[in-house]
């Protein structure tokens, strides 16, 4: 899986790409912004609400690559204990493994810019068992809100 980043300067964001064929003969990719405060819904965290969060299967070695198309960023989420910088022209590599299903969120914890307070990370760590059905589902039919998913 590669975390990029784009078009920052614009709205800031981080564009996600799984790379190892989670859906036969498909690249999955696609943009996670933050939600702004005037369309939250209760519960939901300010700064920390994205439209499209990041899945993840629990469980599973994961390997993250990570690069920047504008600016120096880094994306952190501590509950993993994960802080990767993101370099522009550089691809940086870590590894995961979770053992916990649940919401996690992080930051960009690099001073990258006027926005850099409104690019959060939004993780969902969800059972292997049912990690290809929560990604089928969510990028071939889902329209509603993933977090009403069970996990
Ligand atoms: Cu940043």
């Known amino acids: 899986m590669e975390i990029l980043y784009a078009n920052y300067l ?19 990719k696609f943009d996670s912004y933050m939600v702004h405060e005037a369309e939250l819904n209760v ?22 690559l990570i690069t920047s198309s504008d600016v120096l960023h880094s994306w ?4 993993f204990g994960v802080k990767v910088d ?18 996690f969120y992080g930051q960009c914890s690099e001073l990258c810019g006027v926005n850099h307070a409104f690019m959060p990370i939004e993780v969902y760590v969800v059972n292997p068992v ?22």
Do not use: C, W
């Open 130 to 151: 049912h990690f290809y059905n929560y990604v089928y589902i969510y990028f071939k039919n889902y329209t509603g809100d993933p977090a009403s998913l069970s996990r």
């Open 76 to 79: 952190a989420v501590p509950a």
């Open 43 to 64: 519960g939901d965290l300010r700064l920390l609400k994205t439209d499209m969060p990041l899945f993840l299967p629990k469980n599973t070695h994961i390997r993250l």
């Open 86 to 103: 993101a370099v522009p022209g550089r691809l940086n590599q870590t590894s995961l493994y979770l053992k916990n299903t649940g919401t």
């Open 10 to 28: 614009k709205n800031p964001l981080y564009t996600y790409l799984y790379h190892d064929h989670i859906l036969p003969e498909t690249t999955i």
